[in-house]
């Protein structure tokens, strides 16, 4: 094994100087970082995913002028120049107080039930990094646990996975009859490519 003076950083950074505006997947810029170690160290022991996933949540980088995006999950592409700024809405008091109403104080995803103790939360339908207005029309109100599945996902990819899970339940109990139901709306979301 040859000695290396880079850090592993160096190497992550070096792959995507080389590779400007391309949609990568996260196993080909693993690839292409241990191919660039290779040929430096005779080895291909680098494990690099952690530094890919912690450059894109940093946002902007000097050395690299840009900053990588990540317009699906696995999948990274560099980009040059400042990040765009995305400006927070939030909503109102009197906004989130309208969308609980409309939605009848309950968790519009397993149905819950807003109690003194249980406060629910209003979301972003479309959210806020997405360009989503904290405005009646794009609120949703959650319990505390599905605003935590949710996270930061649209509705579409959120209830593609909400629907993904009740379909192993309903495997695991032997219910036929509402896999085979879920299985149909997993098509729908399949056909349009919304995950």
Request: charge should be positive.
């Amino acid at each position: 094994m040859k000695k290396n003076k880079k850090k592993k950083i160096e190497y992550v950074l070096n792959f995507f100087k080389k590779n400007p505006n391309k949609l990568l997947k996260l196993e080909d810029i693993d690839e292409g970082i241990k191919k660039d170690y290779l040929e430096d160290t005779g080895s291909t022991k680098i494990y690099t995913n952690r530094d890919v996933r912690s450059l894109y949540a940093q946002g902007y980088d000097k050395k690299l002028n840009g900053y990588l995006d990540r317009p699906k999950k696995g999948y990274y592409i560099f980009k040059q120049g400042k990040k765009p700024t995305i400006f927070k809405s939030p909503f109102p008091e009197k906004v989130k107080i309208e969308i609980k109403k409309r939605d009848k104080y309950k968790c519009q995803m397993c149905g819950v039930k807003e109690t003194p103790d249980n406060i629910l939360a209003i979301d972003h339908v479309i959210p806020e990094d997405k360009s989503g207005k904290g405005v009646k029309e794009n609120g949703i109100t959650l319990c505390t646990k599905c605003n935590n599945i949710k996270k930061n996902h649209d509705l579409t990819t959120f209830g593609k996975k909400f629907f993904k899970k009740h379909l192993k339940i309903s495997k695991s109990s032997g219910d036929k009859e509402t896999s085979k139901f879920i299985k149909e709306i997993l098509k729908v979301f399949d056909e349009f490519d919304k995950s």
